[in-house]
Nanobody, 120 residues
Framework: VQLQASGGGLVQAGGSLRLSCAAS????????MGWYRQAPGKPRELVAS???????NYADSVKGRFSMSRDNVPNTWYLQMNSLKPEDTAVYYC???????????????WGQGTRVTVSS
């Protein structure tokens, strides 16, 4: 299983970006999909997640500004980031808890990270 993240970049404060993540490989089911971020000198933190049945969870710092969604394209999810602030600057990692086959227990998978830089 591989996760491919894209969509990062440089944006001014107040601007928007949309991150995408696509999972490929042998996938029986995806329990949760999510986004984490890690700023320099800080631990990785959860930004947002969505379960297989659509329940979303957001970090307090991004509520009302970020939105997670899934598309009809299988195994693809997005993070729409609006009203970006300099403190949102970080490397963003997509994450998924995936069961490869019915015989395997779910496991955690990570994308390679995409950098988001918000200038003031």
């Amino acid at each position: 299983v591989q996760l491919q993240a894209s969509g990062g970049g440089l944006v001014q404060a107040g601007g928007s970006l949309r991150l995408s993540c696509a999972a490929s490989g042998t996938i029986f089911s995806i329990n949760t999909m999510g986004w984490y971020r890690q700023a320099p000198g800080k631990p990785r933190e959860l930004v947002a997640s969505i379960t297989w049945d659509g329940d979303t969870n957001y970090a307090d710092s991004v509520k009302g500004r970020f939105s997670m969604s899934r598309d009809n394209v299988p195994n693809t999810w997005y993070l729409q980031m609006n009203s970006l602030k300099p403190e949102d600057t970080a490397v963003y990692y997509c994450h998924a808890r995936i069961r490869e086959t019915v015989h395997f227990a779910p496991a955690d998978y990570w994308g390679q990270g995409t950098r988001v830089t918000v200038s003031s």
